[in-house]
């Protein structure tokens, strides 16, 4: 288990790891405050398999349930697939505002992990091929490295097939 916190101490992502005694690594980088594509950013930041890294995005599905869908950053979510894993009809982005005010995180810092109101969790099924996957730590500019499977157990995630086509 990782211990460094960086000068802010751990966010709730971290504290919900170290709670639930689960093994990671933090993996920090300078946030480029200009930039709007936090998913991105984070893979051109932190190098290596883009198909590794994943991003949180809140989607309101069947106009009143919010869920949380990890997807990789090289890849888009599916709305269909979202709501078929949710088991209804329709789905789409949650308002950033929303967003925000549901996970306590800000937009590009939205981790799946210790957000303050509980949402079903859905983890794109490409996960799996990878030992190890990093997801948002809490705040822009901070990514956690930790199993999928630990991922998975830790914010009660299904996993399913999230990936837009093409």
Do not use: N, W
Request: proline share 4%; glycine share 12%.
């Amino acid at each position: 288990m990782s211990k460094h916190h960086g000068a802010s101490g751990p966010t709730r992502a971290v504290e919900a790891l170290e709670a639930a005694g689960v093994s990671y690594t933090i993996v920090e980088y300078r946030h480029d405050p200009r930039s709007r594509s936090f998913g991105e950013e984070s893979a051109e930041r932190i190098g290596g398999d883009p198909g590794r890294i994943f991003k949180t995005l809140l989607v309101r599905c069947d106009g009143d349930e919010y869920v949380v869908a990890v997807v990789p950053v090289d890849h888009h979510l599916s709305m269909k697939a979202i709501a078929r894993a949710v088991g209804g009809k329709s789905a789409e982005m949650a308002d950033p505002a929303v967003a925000q005010r549901r996970t306590g995180y800000v937009v590009g810092g939205i981790s799946p992990l210790g957000q303050t109101t509980r949402h079903r969790t859905f983890i794109d099924e490409s996960a799996l091929d990878h030992e190890t996957i990093l997801v948002s730590g809490g705040k822009r500019g901070m990514s956690v490295e930790v199993s999928p499977v630990d991922l998975a157990e830790v914010t009660g995630a299904d996993i399913a097939d999230l990936r837009a086509l093409g």
